[in-house]
């Protein structure tokens, strides 16, 4: 069974872009979270989709936005990008959310 | 507290037993996970537990529960140079995952 694909794995933007991430859960699985990793912060829950709906959301300002698609892949944005949203994007997939979640390998953004 | 806390590092010989402790914050979590990070990669899930268990052994891996106490702990038997990474502890906690800071682990020959 194939794993959490994201894409791109790596991308160098400058301030004041916008980007796109993108992940294909594992087949099956319909909730995908997404999770940003800095060496400050560390881990930090982004939101999460079911179903192509957002069941839950953290503490990110509103240039952050995903969504997902009948196919369960989901994408997120990020506009207006500032240096300090240089970070490894992760995002996860699950059958539903309170079963374990698998990780992709994550897309580390630059923005310069 | 808020945060789930984990020590920063750990340091053992190879061939020993690993302990990585972890105390969470939600009483009413129901799942506890531990995730294994090597460097530049994203996060494999070791093993998890479920809070009406006391313990959970996968191979090498043991995980204890104290939910009393509302600590966590993962024993690695037998380290191995291979299990040198980052290890995190998770909760779920208001539909969000909520991560410890993680706990470099080192594996000397």
């Known amino acids: 069974k194939a794993g959490v694909t994201q894409t791109p794995r790596y991308l160098i933007k400058t301030r004041g872009q916008q980007v796109t991430l993108s992940c294909s859960p594992i087949s099956g699985h319909r909730s995908v979270s997404w999770y940003q990793q800095t060496p400050g912060q560390g881990l930090q829950f982004l939101f999460e989709?079911?179903?192509?709906?957002?069941?839950n959301k953290g503490n990110f300002p509103g240039r952050f936005s995903g969504r997902q698609f009948s196919n369960s892949r989901s994408e997120m944005n990020v506009s207006t990008l500032e240096l300090g949203d240089s970070a490894l994007y992760l995002c996860?997939?699950?059958?539903?959310?309170?079963?374990?979640?698998?990780f992709g390998p994550g897309t580390r953004l630059t923005v310069t | 507290g808020e945060d789930v806390e984990q020590s920063l590092f750990l340091s053992v010989r190879e061939g020993d037993s690993s302990v990585i402790n972890c105390t969470y914050t939600d009483s009413s979590s129901t799942y506890l996970y531990w995730y294994k990070q090597e460097p530049g990669a994203g996060l494999q899930l070791l093993t998890y537990?479920?809070?009406?268990?006391d313990m959970k052994q996968d191979q090498r891996l043991t995980v204890l529960l104290n939910k009393k106490d509302k600590h966590l702990s993962l024993r690695i038997a037998d380290t191995q140079t291979g299990d040198s990474a980052i290890y995190f502890c998770a909760e779920v906690r208001g539909g969000k995952l909520i991560f410890g800071q993680g706990t470099e682990l080192s594996v000397k020959p």
């Open positions: 989709y079911f179903s192509e709906t957002q069941r």
């Open positions: 537990i479920f809070s009406n268990m």
């Open positions: 996860a997939s699950s059958l539903t959310f309170t079963y374990e979640q698998y």
